[in-house]
């Protein structure tokens, strides 16, 4: 590290330019980001994708890029309006690209509605909602709308950039500027928001690129750029004090940042690699809409490091010390902080050195109480009350609901492949589909059947689609119920003969088939995770038991984020906070909370740790270099906490539902951390573990190729019989 470091210094107009045309670039290409991202879910080998792909290759029914016409006149006067709204649709579909007129109906005595298909994904088909609202028109006397998910996804994104504006611009970067002015008291705060000007934009590029061959989600943008910026702030904050505390001792600039990047630059490339072992180990996860943000989330603490390691050096060379001798707070309270012995840290420290036990089991209840509710997660894949009911194509959903009920926003549909062409086939089996047709009539969740009409059977006679109807959303747990008695019972009963496969599909089932396949995956990353900060941790601190110790506190934190989530939406306390209450989480959260926090709550502890290893291989005092770590980087862990609880807390600024339960996991996981965790419960532990924090016998030493240090080498007798 030390070597690297004056290997910038030396080339550091090489570096700098580099720097300027990877952002210039950056900024370019990121620019046409939002026209690839979409909010399309895919389940590769689930049941609901395959008959999915049936009705879009033999139906034309591809929901994804279709588009409705929603309209709505007066009592009785849906039999004048089919007419008209034929006329409106034929225009509007004539502005889609594939665009096909399928289907015009009354669905009720005064709301008429039309499909348009295409045979385009959301990322495409959505770019031309305007166009067609345009050649839509309004039909005198009515309400008039386009919906579906193109038009949805249109319709969100002026929402998302508003949302991304207030939570980074309004809320994040300003929270982040008064910390940073507090902790460093002069203009060197500039440099943490340099470093995430240039990694904000480059890892948004390399989005860009994967976006070109990847399916991934709207919401990337605003993961990127609010987590981006806590992030490089994080680094550049550690390295940027530990350079001041450095020039303070009287080094040289050049040995300075060298020595900075020995101990600070190497922890934060410790702290990088866990981030994104975290997320990245995401991609493994079966659905492209997960690896999509694990791609992101590898990206973002890669480029962060990347920066870090390369301009932050050159930085510090050439701005710091001129940036310092700018004061913005009192000189009194800078040399106050500067007394290590007399800080709020320092006394802090010396309370929990003296009383370790009680702060150890007040800290671990409080992390059990919160945690405690987890008992009442209700899991489900989402819903469009999740989003702003504002929104056009949300209104024209919300007309058909009242309509004819929500389950009709999207119906289970159900597949027959008779298993060969022509109508021979279709006509044995008659009777079972109408015997699946009763059976499905008296289920109390389904308020109507279609398994007759000329749309019930393709064009080569093998398939025939039946439509249920329910009574509740498909996110619901009533249709998720349904979905299970459908497949177990519903479709059994039916008596198919052998070589007829019975498929479920439609919104009910596609919600029950992603929270299975995500559950089934989510355990092996957990295993995974585990592991990968096991190994990499025993490496930076050169000890089994603080990993160890690491994961078991980390888990605490994961679980009281849980818990917060269920008090917060699902028992409503935090409505008059401006949450809404929503009795489920969404399906995706707790992996991506998990696989998030583990690797963020791990830049705080390799931060923290790391200066308490140091302090040890100095003094081989546990008590002191417990405190002295606390005293040292407890203000900066803290600071750098409250920024990354800034930037999540720019989602729960945000309007919509899952953003919000996301935020909000992550902005109180990491203020847990911070405050109890790593301020209370981490010193504590050490000091009840004692000299068994820093054990490493040589086998284990051996393996992760580092050199144990002479306290616990072969030489020191005390230390292996208390290993033993």
């Not at 952002?23 to 895919?42: D, H, I, K, P």
């Not at 012995?341 to 702060?359: D, K, V």
């Not at 203000?635 to 600024?653: E, K, P, S």
Request: glycine fraction near 8%; include cysteine.
């Amino acid at each position: 590290m030390e070597a690297w470091a004056r290997t910038m210094i030396r080339f550091r107009w090489a570096v700098l330019a580099s720097w300027i045309v990877l952002v210039v670039g950056a900024a370019y290409a990121s620019s046409g980001l939002n026209a690839l991202l979409t909010n399309r879910f895919v389940l590769p080998g689930a049941e609901s994708e395959k008959a999915g792909e049936i009705l879009g290759e033999h139906f034309g029914q591809k929901p994804e890029g279709s588009f409705s016409v929603v309209v709505k006149g007066e009592p009785d006067s849906a039999a004048s309006l089919v007419a008209p709204t034929r006329a409106a649709a034929a225009r509007a579909a004539g502005e889609l690209p594939t665009g096909k007129l399928v289907d015009v109906r009354a669905v009720s005595d005064r709301v008429v509605t039309a499909t348009i298909a295409s045979e385009l994904q959301p990322a495409e088909a959505k770019s031309h909602t305007g166009a067609m609202r345009a050649a839509l028109g309004d039909i005198t006397g009515t309400d008039t709308y386009l919906t579906g998910q193109s038009a949805i996804e249109r319709d969100l994104e002026p929402v998302q950039n508003r949302d991304l504006f207030v939570g980074e611009v309004l809320i994040a970067i300003p929270i982040a500027l008064v910390i940073l002015i507090f902790v460093f008291g002069t203009l060197s705060f500039l440099l943490p928001f340099m470093l995430a000007a240039v990694a904000i934009p480059v890892t948004l590029a390399c989005v860009w690129v994967f976006a070109n061959f990847m399916t991934l989600s709207t919401y990337l943008t605003n993961m990127v750029t609010l987590i981006g910026l806590g992030i490089a702030i994080d680094y550049s904050l550690l390295m940027v004090y530990r350079y001041r505390e450095e020039r303070k001792a009287g080094r040289a600039k050049e040995d300075a940042v060298a020595r900075t990047m020995e101990t600070a630059g190497r922890a934060v490339v410790f702290s990088g690699t866990a981030v994104a072992i975290g997320l990245a180990l995401m991609l493994a996860m079966p659905l492209p809409f997960m690896r999509g943000f694990g791609l992101a989330g590898l990206l973002i603490p890669l480029v962060s490091v990347l920066a870090a390691v390369t301009l932050l050096p050159v930085l510090l060379y050439w701005l710091e010390d001129r940036l310092d001798r700018v004061r913005l707070v009192p000189k009194r309270v800078i040399e106050r902080r500067e007394d290590q012995e007399q800080t709020f840290w320092a006394r802090l420290a010396g309370a929990i050195m003296r009383r370790p036990l009680a702060f150890a089991v007040g800290t671990v209840a409080l992390l059990v109480a919160l945690a405690l509710p987890v008992t009442a997660l209700q899991l489900g894949p989402g819903s469009n009350e999740g989003v702003p009911q504002r929104l056009e194509a949300v209104q024209g959903l919300n007309v058909l609901a009242a309509e004819i009920g929500d389950g009709a926003l999207s119906p289970t549909k159900i597949v027959i492949d008779t298993g060969r062409a022509g109508g021979a086939r279709a006509a044995e089996i008659q009777a079972d589909k109408e015997r699946l047709a009763t059976l499905l009539r008296t289920d109390p969740e389904i308020t109507d059947v279609v398994a007759d009409g000329p749309q019930t059977i393709d064009a080569s006679s093998r398939y025939i689609q039946v439509e249920a109807i329910g009574r509740h959303e498909y996110g619901l747990p009533a249709s998720q119920k349904f979905v299970d008695r459908l497949r177990d019972e519903i479709i059994p009963a039916a008596g198919f003969p052998a070589g007829v496969e019975v498929l479920a599909g439609g919104g009910p089932s596609f919600g029950v088939d992603f929270l299975d396949i995500t559950y089934g995956a989510f355990p092996w990353l957990v295993v995974a995770v585990l592991l990968a900060t096991y190994v990499l941790l025993v490496r930076a601190f050169r000890s089994l038991v603080l990993p160890l110790k690491a994961i078991i506190l980390n888990l605490l934190s994961v679980g009281a984020a849980y818990g917060v989530l269920v008090i917060a939406f699902k028992f409503g306390a935090g409505e008059p906070f401006g949450l809404t209450q929503f009795d489920q989480i969404e399906g995706w959260i707790p992996v991506f909370l998990f696989a998030m926090l583990f690797g963020l709550s791990m830049d705080y502890e390799v931060f923290l740790v790391s200066r308490m290893r140091e302090e040890w291989d100095a003094r081989r005092d546990n008590e002191a270099a417990v405190t002295q770590g606390l005293a040292k980087t407890g203000r900066l862990v803290t600071a750098a906490g409250l920024i990354m609880f800034a930037a999540f807390m720019g989602f729960v600024a945000g309007s919509i539902v899952g953003l919000q339960q996301f935020g909000l996991g992550l902005a109180v996981a990491i203020l847990i951390d911070v405050t109890i965790i790593r301020a209370l419960l981490v010193p504590s532990a050490m000091k009840l573990f004692g000299r068994w924090n820093w054990w490493l016998p040589d086998w284990a030493a051996r393996i992760v190729r580092v050199q144990p240090s002479p306290l616990e080498g072969s030489a020191q007798p005390a230390v292996r019989a208390a290993a033993r």
